[in-house]
């Protein structure tokens, strides 16, 4: 199955949303202790590395592009490499 890969501005976007609402739950702290906005906090934190993972992903993916085709010029590289020294060592 394919994998769907979001545009950096959908991952931005939501991680925008995301870091306004964990500023909303650590002012919240701020005022008392809760154990139901810490451990909203928690997770919200997990969601934000995440989704910066992912935005990094997908950066790399647009400079440099998919994985495969990536892995596919290294291994291209590699046997016209192999080839040359086969070719030098025959003279």
């Known amino acids: ?19 306004a609402r964990r500023a909303e739950l650590w002012n919240r702290l701020y005022q008392g202790s809760d154990a139901e906005t810490s451990a909203e906090l928690a997770g919200l934190s997990k969601t934000i590395d995440e989704l910066w993972g992912e935005y990094r992903t997908a950066e790399a993916r647009k400079r440099f592009g998919s ?10 590289e590699e046997r016209l490499e192999r080839d040359s020294r086969r070719v030098k060592q025959a003279a």
Do not use: F, G, S, W
């Open 1 to 19: 199955m394919k994998e769907v890969v979001r545009t950096t501005n959908e991952i931005r976007e939501e991680l925008d949303q995301a870091i």
């Open 67 to 76: 994985p495969e085709l990536i892995h596919a010029r290294a291994r291209t």
